[in-house]
């Protein structure tokens, strides 16, 4: 790789874009600093980085990220055995509390799910003894050291501050007096030199003794220190004194802490931008709508969907291949047709992949590890150095040719033999390619030579590709055709724009009789291969839908199995109980019989028994399956039935007008034909609910967001969106979301702060961490 291709192909864009997205100055520094590899360990365990991390953000549960500094400077200084400031310590601990969280964070099913990050961050050291020793003597947001770091620090500042308020009590006195309020220019207390000072007018010196310590630019204000308070200003500067003196202890003694863990600290930061480095790529990927490339050892390339990442808008995906049936590819076409995009977008993605992050292609596409991507791309023509475009495109193919030996190479030619006398240009292109095509270099080259077409049809290995053209609407259609050539479509615009018929006529005429039959050809090639292309895109929009509707179908039997289940288990529960409860009764009927005296008692306990026994059967008809509905169509002998009421199965031996005789495993019995169900027929209402809220599930979570904006609404708009915006989210299943309204005054998020308390579905929320937004984003854990 040479600094020229990166600067070519706008790879130190991509990598501004990408340091936008970390979180710590180490992060965006490495990001600036990124460079291909060309190890294939190294490039998968960097992709493995970026895909891990695009989980974990898509998980939703914030990564502890925040409180990373770039300390180096300060843990070499500390090594070394110099003091730090209250705010190095303070970033010190911050970082320590970042390296300590972010350990913790990638253990239990984090190392299942990150494996590579998890493996990252064992590399952690933690030191809660210098954490805790620096959060009880800094104070992180004011960066000074706590009043209770020590008890002698306490106590001095406990003084200052008494003979502070001495200080200002007798000033007070002083301002406010009717005798010297007069003299004073303003009233107000100051300090100068560290002294408490009155603003006095020039004229009035000798009114207010004291000492003069300094005077206004005018010389009309004099800033005196009056000889009431001089002497408290002694002690208090004393006391200051001794106050400094036992910060600098304490700081001395913190440093000395640091220093001993200098070499890990400074091995910590090197793994914290690592891990910085690796949720910036997933960031990116997911800006991109990126996915992880398939990285081969076989310098084939394969790019399906892909897109140039620096292209704004609705951005044509092209799908390229080379390597594998050909290693050399000639894209022909119009101007602005897209050729040169397609060239940029297989080196940038090459560098892309090669450099750990994920492509803005589909899944599936693949891209070889090359030692050197090469690339003659635009014009550098230089006056100074009496260079024409021809003499600078050919300077640098000369260097090209030094270096591209063999198959790890990938070069980029655009206009190959352009800005010279075609002919000579033509053959000078094809003899370029003929020997980086025989040393096997992974060649892609665009032209307008009709030559080179000729040549790529008739050699091995070398394919023809163009940019599609719609003569029907004079502009490119910006898709790469691979197999088929360029066509010529200057007789076509020139039609279409109203050119005599006569001239085209004639012009046409004058095309050699191969000319006019190749680009006839290839006209009825690409009228075939749109309609070919439609019919593919027609059978698998089909496919898709039979799918879509076989999963549906699938999930609907599966509820409609589930619940027959439940029904049947319940009927079988609720027939045992009645077997059961007359069971009892008729034992109790047969000691009643047995214990009655005479005939008439026992035909009396008889009738009772066999309106009882009714009583049940007539339960028992009752309906158990209330999901099948009856029967109007003809029954059949052999047809399998269900027993309605019973929920047994059987077979149909007889029929007659309006009963059956059924086989029910080892019983047969005569049933009314309308309690008969086929099964074939059999009809069951699905739990029409739960599909049509499953499929509002998927919906919901396909196209909702995980952050809304709420800046620039009122609190009465915020909260009615916020409403209804968190109703979505639950249904969706997401489990956080982030809530952006901006710092401002601050009531938007009081408002929104105290709604959330009281929503019944919000377990807890919290500010955002400094890579979220701060204050100004509010992150909301939701009841799964």
Not at 363 to 382: A, L, M, N, R, W
Request: charged residues 25%; glycine residues 8%.
């Amino acid at each position: 790789m040479n600094e020229r291709t990166y600067r070519v192909l706008e790879f130190e864009k991509i990598l501004a874009r990408l340091s936008t997205y970390a979180g710590s100055a180490l992060g965006r520094e490495l990001a600036l600093k990124l460079r291909p590899s060309c190890r294939p360990d190294e490039i998968k365990a960097w992709q493995a980085e970026t895909t891990e991390a695009r989980l974990l953000v898509q998980s939703g549960e914030p990564v502890p990220l925040g409180g990373i500094h770039d300390l180096r400077a300060a843990f070499k200084k500390a090594g070394l055995g110099g003091v730090l400031s209250p705010e190095e310590l303070a970033a010190v601990g911050e970082t320590c509390r970042a390296a300590r969280l972010l350990k913790a964070f990638f253990r239990g099913e984090k190392a299942e799910l990150a494996p590579t990050l998890s493996a990252l961050a064992t590399g952690l050291t933690a030191f809660p003894e210098l954490e805790q020793a620096i959060a009880e003597a800094i104070e992180p947001e004011e960066g000074r050291v706590k009043d209770n770091a020590s008890p002698l620090l306490a106590r001095l500042r406990a003084q200052i501050r008494t003979l502070q308020n001495r200080i200002r009590d007798k000033l007070e006195a002083l301002l406010h007096g009717s005798t010297t309020r007069k003299y004073l220019q303003e009233a107000l207390v100051t300090v100068r030199n560290g002294r408490y000072v009155l603003p006095v007018k020039q004229e009035f010196r000798q009114a207010i003794p004291g000492i003069v310590h300094d005077q206004s630019a005018s010389g009309a204000t004099l800033f005196i220190e009056p000889m009431a308070i001089v002497e408290i200003n002694n002690q208090l500067r004393q006391v200051e004194a001794e106050e400094e003196k036992e910060v600098g202890r304490i700081l001395a003694a913190l440093s000395a802490l640091v220093g001993e863990v200098a070499a890990p600290a400074q091995a910590n930061l090197a793994i914290l931008a690592r891990l910085d480095l690796a949720f910036a790529k997933a960031r990116y990927s997911q800006a991109l709508n990126g996915t992880e490339p398939v990285i081969n050892a076989e310098s084939y390339l394969r790019l399906l969907g892909a897109r140039h990442p620096l292209l704004e808008g609705k951005v044509v995906p092209i799908d390229l291949e080379l390597g594998r049936g050909f290693h050399t590819l000639v894209i022909t076409g119009p101007n602005t047709g897209g050729k040169t995009v397609s060239l940029k977008t297989a080196g940038l993605l090459t560098l892309m992949a090669q450099s750990g992050l994920h492509l803005p292609a589909l899944s599936g596409s693949e891209v070889g590890i090359f030692t050197g991507v090469y690339c003659d791309i635009g014009d550098e023509q230089s006056i100074e150095q009496s260079l024409s475009t021809f003499s600078s495109h050919m300077t640098n193919i000369i260097g090209i040719l030094k270096e591209a030996r063999d198959e790890t190479c990938l070069v980029l030619l655009d206009e190959l033999g352009a800005g010279t006398d075609p002919a000579e240009g033509a053959t000078l292109a094809i003899a370029l390619l003929e020997e980086f095509h025989r040393r096997g270099v992974r060649t892609i080259a665009t032209t307008h030579y009709g030559d080179l077409k000729v040549f790529a049809y008739n050699t091995p290995g070398v394919q023809n590709a163009s940019v599609e053209f719609d003569p029907e609407t004079l502009a490119p259609t910006y898709r790469l055709l691979i197999g088929l050539p360029g066509r010529s479509n200057a007789l076509a615009v020139a039609s279409r724009l109203g050119l005599d018929p006569a001239i085209i006529a004639r012009a046409r005429q004058l095309l050699s009789p191969g000319e006019r039959r190749v680009e006839d050809l290839i006209g009825e090639i690409m009228k075939e291969r749109k309609l070919l292309e439609q019919e593919r895109r027609d059978a698998s929009a089909l496919r898709l839908r039979a799918q879509r509707e076989e999963q549906e179908l699938q999930a609907e039997l599966a509820k409609l199995k589930t619940k027959r289940e439940e029904l049947l288990k319940a009927a079988r529960a609720e027939a045992r109980a009645l077997v059961r409860a007359t069971r009892r009764e008729m034992e109790d009927l047969l000691r009643s019989l047995q214990e009655a005296e005479d005939q008439r008692a026992r035909s009396r306990l008889a009738n009772q028994a066999r309106a009882a026994i009714q009583a049940h059967l007539a339960e028992l008809e009752e309906p158990l399956l209330p999901d099948a509905e009856e029967f109007r169509g003809e029954l059949e002998v052999g047809m399998r039935v269900q027993l309605a009421g019973l929920g047994q199965e059987g077979e149909i031996l007889d029929l007659t007008a309006d009963q059956a005789l059924v086989q029910s495993g080892a019983v047969r019995l005569w049933v009314e034909q309308n309690r008969l169900t086929p099964l074939a027929k059999q009809k069951q209402k699905p739990a029409a609910g739960g599909i049509k809220m499953s499929a509002l599930r998927r919906e919901k979570a396909a196209n909702i967001s995980p952050e809304l904006d709420l800046r620039g609404m009122t609190v009465e708009e915020a909260l009615h969106v916020t409403d209804k915006y968190l109703d979505e989210a639950l249904l969706a299943g997401l489990p956080w979301v982030r809530l952006i309204h901006g710092k401002g005054t601050g009531a938007l998020r009081s408002a929104i702060a105290d709604y959330l308390k009281k929503h019944p579905r919000v377990c807890k929320h919290r500010w955002g961490e400094s890579n979220e937004g701060g204050m100004g984003v509010t992150v909301v854990e939701l009841q799964r």
